[in-house]
């Protein structure tokens, strides 16, 4: 069974432009989850779908936005880049249990 | 709110010698779950293991094992005779019920097994 993918792999945009992440789950998995790690705030929940619903989300500005379409695929949206929005954005899906998430590869957002 | 303290930042063993993560918890729920994952240099986050609050059985799996106590809000990790492949970033994370697809990471612990 093919893992969670996420394109692209690496991204450059500069400050003020909007950037689209897309993440494909695994086959059968409903649950789309997304976090942004950075080295000082580690990993941090943004948040998370579930039958093209948001479900949980965390504290991160309207800036930050997702949806998720029929087929589970996930995207989400930052707009007005800000230069502490480089990170690596993270992408799991999930079947049915609780918490036990399968994570993509992740997108490496440069804002510069 | 939930939170996940990983006190140890940086640990570097020498192949074939143990290594315990440590992770503490906090939560006012009592229905919560625990997870490892492992993050290697490549960046994807790999599972590792999953733990509800109900079960404090300790669990082993080859050469690793996860000790729960609730009475100390503890989930450590052991890597029995470590090796260079173990080198990684290491998460300890909580979810709470209601809320079960929402992780909270501790900061990790960055171990580097050296041959």
């Known amino acids: 069974k093919a893992g969670v993918t996420q394109t692209p792999r690496y991204l450059i945009k500069t400050r003020g432009q909007q950037v689209t992440l897309s993440c494909s789950p695994i086959s059968g998995h409903r649950s789309v989850s997304w976090y942004q790690q950075t080295p000082g705030q580690g990993l941090q929940f943004l948040f998370e779908?579930?039958?093209?619903?948001?479900?949980n989300k965390g504290n991160f500005p309207g800036r930050f936005s997702g949806r998720q379409f029929s087929n589970s695929r996930s995207e989400m949206n930052v707009s007005t880049l800000e230069l502490g929005d480089s990170a690596l954005y993270l992408c799991?899906?999930?079947?049915?249990?609780?918490?036990?998430?399968?994570f993509g590869p992740g997108t490496r957002l440069t804002v510069t | 709110a939930q939170k996940v303290t990983q006190a140890q930042t940086e640990i570097s063993v020498v192949e074939k010698e143990d290594v315990t993560l440590d992770c503490v918890y906090e939560?006012?729920?009592?229905?919560?779950?625990l997870f490892w994952y492992k993050q290697p240099p490549s960046g994807e986050l790999v599972f590792l293991i999953r733990?509800?609050?109900?079960?404090?059985q300790n669990e082993i799996s080859g050469r690793y094992s996860w000790n729960f106590q609730k009475s100390t809000s503890s989930f450590n990790f052991t890597i029995t005779a470590s090796q260079v492949v173990d080198s990684a970033v290491y998460f300890c994370a909580e979810g709470v019920k209601g809320s079960n697809y929402k992780l909270t990471f501790g900061k990790g612990t960055l171990l580097t097994v050296n041959p």
């Open positions: 799991a899906s999930s079947f049915a249990l609780p918490g036990e998430q399968y």
């Open positions: 779908y579930f039958s093209e619903t948001q479900r």
């Open positions: 733990r509800n609050s109900f079960d404090e």
């Open positions: 939560t006012r729920d009592t229905t919560y779950y």
